[in-house]
């Protein structure tokens, strides 16, 4: 697990040179005179593990943030709508990749290209008979992987309503 503090290792950034802090002298009538402390590797490794919780304490909110506003978008779908959109994320959609595994197919190669397998993925990342679709609602032509889990689902389930590939008769 990486640490959120500028420094990828706190070992390594103990060993720096020290640091020297200046903090006011607590006499009242004397002048103010800057006092130099000067702090152990212990303690300095001990504020860096800290900056470095706190960080992450940062990042889990933001993402339990965003999950929430996720779960609160899926609850506010429909019973069609949702199941599409779930059945997207999961791999467990009505491609014809998991429909083969469920037997139900006899190939799991593409209805619409002919070209690969039918997978969740290939649906949105890859099929080129939705390359124009693809292009207008998702903005390029063909995705690449890492792109996929910064698509909104709103995003996904209007390239996969607008496919009509989901369609029940």
């Not at 950034?13 to 020290?18: D, F, N, T, V, Y």
């Not at 300095?44 to 304490?57: C, D, E, G, S």
């Not at 199941?83 to 619409?112: F, K, P, W, Y």
């Not at 290209?113 to 649906?123: A, G, R």
Request: aromatic share 4%; charged share 25%.
């Amino acid at each position: 697990m990486e640490t959120a503090c500028k420094h990828r290792n706190i070992e390594s950034a103990c060993k720096k040179p020290r640091v020297k802090l200046d903090s006011v002298g607590s006499d009242i009538n004397s002048r103010v005179r800057p006092v130099h402390v000067t702090l152990s590797v212990s303690v300095r490794k001990k504020v860096l593990q800290n900056m470095a919780n706190v960080n992450r304490l940062q990042c889990k909110w933001k993402s339990t943030t965003l999950r929430i506003s996720l779960a609160r978008f899926a609850l506010s779908l429909m019973k069609k709508d949702l199941r599409i959109l779930s059945g997207l994320l999961t791999g467990h959609a009505d491609l014809n990749r998991h429909l083969q595994i469920m037997g139900l197919r006899d190939e799991a190669v593409c209805s619409i290209c002919q070209e690969e397998e039918e997978t969740s993925v290939h649906f949105i990342a890859r099929c080129i008979a939705t390359m124009l679709l693809r292009r207008t609602i998702l903005g390029d032509y063909t995705l690449p992987l890492d792109q996929l889990n910064s698509i909104h689902w709103a995003i996904i389930l209007r390239f996969a309503k607008a496919s009509k590939r989901f369609l029940r008769p």
